[in-house]
């Protein structure tokens, strides 16, 4: 019987599948040869998570891979109709960002709570001037988006007595639902935002949503950049609705010199951390070569997305109906402690009876 045929996306540097040498047909395809190599493989490695290949050749002729892997964390950049409806089994990287993200927020958090922007202008200028700082301890921070990276998020602002509520899809235990989002923004220090990309989330974060932040808030992305709306935003910060706010996502990465963004006031804005600490893609490619090998002997391969959906479901979640509960769910050893949500105050400015909360994933 012939070596199964694993086709790899590329992207350099390439992945190290040294160890299925003999095992696997190995076979290499850029965004120009993907259709004409797609029919042909039995499983694709989306090693370039930057590239829109799959979402543009899966609809095309010919047999379609069992199993897609993708070396990120999202897959809207993959997702389409045929391949949502499709029995292709698609895995992530899970488990591989969550806390390089969540040290981003972190640092982010106290570097906006120091303005350390403004120390950076001060010395460049070469001057010193007394400020008075932010405590971040006491402070209150809404995390929206309820998965691994929410909750790694919520662990570690935790750690710095910061109380947080976690806002998922749909409240349960310790998470709020989604329609509890609105009053505990307006009364938050810091909204973090890291929901993955869906129909239901892109463009949630809009000028109706900035109007709620009190003036000393400050808003951070780490999700995706279009759960944005970047107009909206720059706007509210330009009218000084909030104090200021930390992308770390953009419609293009990196932004180009001449983006407008590197000049709007009290942004920030700095590199996807995206894992990327030293040894992330051998991480990334042992990652893929102990699931290959968990497929390779039939096993069922865990924390498979629901296509549906568009993410990976949080455990809590895998007997919701909406679409293929995750197969063999790991622990949640990110959850965050166990505690009591955060109560939802009367905020005072609550959106009209007749406007729908605002949708949330996770």
């Known amino acids: 019987m012939p070596d199964p045929v694993l086709l790899v996306l590329d992207a350099a540097p390439s992945p190290r599948l040294g160890r299925l040498t003999g095992r696997a047909d190995v076979r290499y395809a850029d965004s120009g040869s993907l259709a004409r190599l797609l029919p042909a493989a039995d499983a694709l490695l989306v090693w370039d998570v930057a590239s829109d290949a799959v979402r543009a050749a899966w609809p095309g002729p010919g047999r379609r891979p069992r199993w897609v892997h993708t070396a990120g964390a999202d897959v809207d950049r993959i997702l389409c109709p045929e391949l949502v409806a499709s029995d292709t089994v698609l895995t992530t990287a899970r488990g591989l960002f969550e806390r390089p993200v969540a040290e981003q927020v972190a640092g982010l958090v106290l570097a906006l709570a120091q303005d350390l922007p403004g120390t950076l202008e001060l010395q460049r200028q070469r001057r010193s001037r007394p400020r008075e700082g932010r405590r971040v301890a006491g402070t209150r921070a809404v995390v929206v988006g309820a998965g691994p990276v929410g909750r790694e998020i919520t662990r570690l602002l935790h750690g710095l007595g910061v109380t947080v509520a976690l806002v998922g899809r749909t409240a349960r235990r310790t998470i709020h639902g989604a329609a509890d989002l609105d009053p505990l923004a307006a009364r938050a220090d810091w909204v973090i935002a890291a929901v993955p990309l869906t129909n239901r989330t892109r463009g949630m974060f809009d000028r109706r949503f900035f109007g709620l932040l009190q003036p000393s808030a400050c808003f951070v992305n780490v999700g995706r950049a279009a759960c944005v709306v970047r107009a909206d935003l720059v706007d509210a910060l330009e009218r000084r609705w909030f104090a200021g706010a930390a992308l770390d996502v953009f419609e293009d990465e990196p932004p ?107």
């Open 256 to 362: 180009v010199a001449d983006d407008p963004l590197w000049d709007v006031p009290g942004l920030l804005v700095v590199p996807r951390p995206s894992g990327d600490r030293a040894g992330w893609r051998d991480r990334l490619s042992e990652r893929f070569v102990a699931l290959y090998e968990r497929w390779e002997r039939g096993e069922p391969l865990p924390d498979p997305v629901d296509k549906e959906r568009g993410y990976v479901p949080s455990p809590d979640l895998s007997g919701v109906t909406g679409g293929r509960p995750a197969i063999a769910p790991p622990p949640p050893a990110s959850a965050p402690p166990p505690a009591r949500p955060v109560p939802v105050p009367d905020a005072g400015r609550d959106r009209p009876s007749d406007v729908p909360p605002p949708p949330v994933s996770g």
